[in-house]
């Protein structure tokens, strides 16, 4: 895999207090990464700094191996991005937007204009004015503004901000496919932890300017997540606690009307459902609760653990 943007012990201060505090991670193409933390953690920061909006105090930040600090316009020419809303004209209409914008850039021909287009897809709406647009619409077109010029790297910065369940599920299957089919690495900046389960293959999370860490979402999950549970489906959980508390206590997460929750490994359901069911307690059904990113992110933010 190659790297598409390298950042190198990068840090950043406004006056006195360090907004960004030596943070180093690599993104590779093919892939969406997802850059969590909440809001103020140095997300936009960093973001910024790697489109050279802001000046870099201390690191090194390399797209597609160009120093952005040493040649930014050579860096520049492998970077496409959408930092808050994508800016067009709104009485001219997307494709008209799109052909004025290609001028910027070399080599962008009307066939791949076009294909930016079909990848969005937004052939049936491109030749309408802008201002007919709803944000998800908008947000089509700015993608197909950002890839003309068939970036090694695409940066947003919280790209679903404002969009409808539809247009964030839509967004993400498009990003989902630019990354994996066009080969160009995503970096996704979000706060939206479920979006970024659904969307990303790996994450980097950080918090109060530090990195974190960096896993694959599932290995992240399961750093993250701590032991596993299980929910066992039965009309007499009370009575199933009953049972367990006797000896196994120290299992039991909850109980409901329709299940009872244990924090088991996989290997003692069976012992479990047996210890149940000979007592009289009948069990519909066992299912895994599977941990959450959003579980995850808590688990360590708010423990203050580090991924190792």
Not at 45 to 70: A, H, R, S
Not at 191 to 218: A, F, Q, T, Y
Not at 260 to 274: A, G, R
């Amino acid at each position: 895999m190659q790297t598409a943007l390298k950042i190198d012990n990068l840090s950043k201060w406004f006056g006195k207090r360090k907004i960004i505090d030596n943070i180093s991670f690599e993104v590779y193409t093919g892939e969406v990464f997802g850059f969590l933390g909440p809001n103020g953690a140095g997300k936009t920061t960093t973001i910024k700094m790697i489109m050279g909006f802001l000046g870099v105090d201390e690191g090194e930040i390399y797209i597609n191996g160009v120093d952005v600090q040493k040649d930014y316009e050579k860096a520049m020419a492998n970077i496409g991005g959408i930092v808050e809303n994508p800016e067009m004209y709104k009485e001219f209409s997307g494709l008209t937007n799109l052909k004025m914008y290609a001028r910027l850039h070399d080599g962008v021909t009307d066939e791949r204009i076009k294909e930016a287009v079909a990848i969005v897809g937004m052939q049936q709406r491109i030749k309408e004015k802008v201002k007919k647009y709803s944000l998800g619409m908008k947000q089509r077109v700015g993608l197909a503004q950002a890839i003309l010029h068939k970036p090694k790297l695409l940066i947003l910065d919280e790209p679903t901000n404002g969009l409808d369940p539809a247009g964030i599920r839509e967004l993400r299957d498009i990003l989902k496919k630019f990354a994996h089919e066009e080969n160009v690495a995503v970096f996704v900046s979000s706060h939206m932890l479920s979006e970024m389960e659904l969307m990303c293959d790996r994450v980097g999370i950080i918090n109060n300017g530090k990195l974190i860490g960096v896993k694959p979402i599932g290995e992240l999950l399961a750093t993250a997540g701590g032991k596993t549970s299980y929910r066992f489906a039965t009309k007499q959980a009370e009575k199933a606690k009953e049972i367990l508390s006797a000896e196994h206590s120290e299992i039991i997460m909850g109980v409901t009307d329709s299940y009872i929750e244990l924090e088991i490994d996989e290997e003692k359901v069976p012992e479990i459902t047996t210890i149940l069911a000979t007592n009289g307690v009948g069990i519909f059904g066992v299912n895994k609760v599977e941990v959450s990113l959003e579980d995850a992110f808590i688990n360590i933010t708010g423990g203050g653990n580090e991924i190792e």
